[in-house]
């Protein structure tokens, strides 16, 4: 006597089809982690092309760093370290600037811009350039406008500082992944602009310039003053912002990392 086929009841199919939702439910946020974790990683690679390149320059240059930008002709720090990197990746802007290509060492592979008015913002790394060059250091808080020197966070001009005035290089900023002032979900432009936690604290949140942004699974990558690159998490390096949307800064002093002699 021939058996019958059975096909699967409705219960079985159900709970086959659960099964399956509960496993994609597990494995798909293990896959994203998977993926930031490459990202991440790129992201340190490039970082360690411009730690090296920041160094070459400094030794070409009487151990001095580069400033940020030269002024009329928008010469960047971008444009100063460019030669040592080599990509081929050049700034896409006639008038110079911040309009550097999309997949340049500049640009963090999970890293956005946003279009700041005239012209669109493609750095998503930025440099330390209120203390690594020669801005007046009194003036970051409070921009006086007496002289270039004591714009603050204004002052894109002055030269880069020397290597010897940096105390503690490991435990200095020179580079970072880095965003919108305005905070993780906000749309302020980026720029090659890092700002330190005091500016940041002192001057709210600018539309033309960048903070320090944990975008790799709650950490963000940073090259120091001696070439190596470190993941960190907002609050150890730079502060927080509270539930109102206000920032605060979280270390003693709110410069430790940025300051080249408060380490």
């Not at 009487?62 to 400033?67: E, F, I, L, R, W």
């Not at 600037?97 to 008015?117: A, I």
């Amino acid at each position: 006597m021939s058996r019958l086929k059975r096909g699967f009841t409705l219960i079985e199919l159900l709970v086959v089809i659960a099964i399956i939702a509960i496993l994609a439910a597990i494995l798909f946020p293990v896959f994203a982690q998977a993926r930031e974790k490459a990202r991440q990683a790129s992201c340190i690679s490039n970082l360690k092309q411009l730690g090296l390149a920041l160094m070459m320059y400094s030794q070409d240059y009487d151990d001095t760093y580069p400033m940020l930008e030269n002024g009329p002709e928008r010469f960047t720090v971008a444009n100063a370290l460019d030669p040592y990197i080599k990509t081929d990746k050049h700034n896409t802007n006639a008038q110079g600037g911040n309009l550097w290509p999309e997949d340049s060492v500049w640009r963090c592979p999970t890293g956005k811009t946003y279009d700041s008015g005239d012209l669109t913002s493609y750095f998503t790394v930025a440099y330390n350039y209120l203390y690594l060059t020669q801005v007046d250091v009194a003036s970051i808080e409070n921009p006086t406008y007496a002289t270039p020197a004591e714009w603050g966070i204004w002052a894109w001009t002055q030269p880069g500082q020397s290597l010897a005035a940096v105390s503690e290089p490991a435990q200095t900023v020179a580079m970072s992944d880095s965003g919108h002032a305005d905070g993780m979900s906000g749309h302020a432009a980026t720029w090659d602009t890092l700002e330190s936690p005091l500016a940041r604290l002192s001057n709210g949140a600018q539309d033309w310039i960048s903070i320090f942004e944990t975008r790799h699974t709650a950490q963000g990558n940073v090259t120091w003053c001696d070439g190596h690159v470190k993941s960190m998490r907002f609050e150890a390096l730079y502060g927080r912002f509270n539930s109102d949307g206000s920032f605060a800064t979280t270390n003693t002093p709110p410069d430790k990392f940025f300051d080249l002699q408060s380490n």
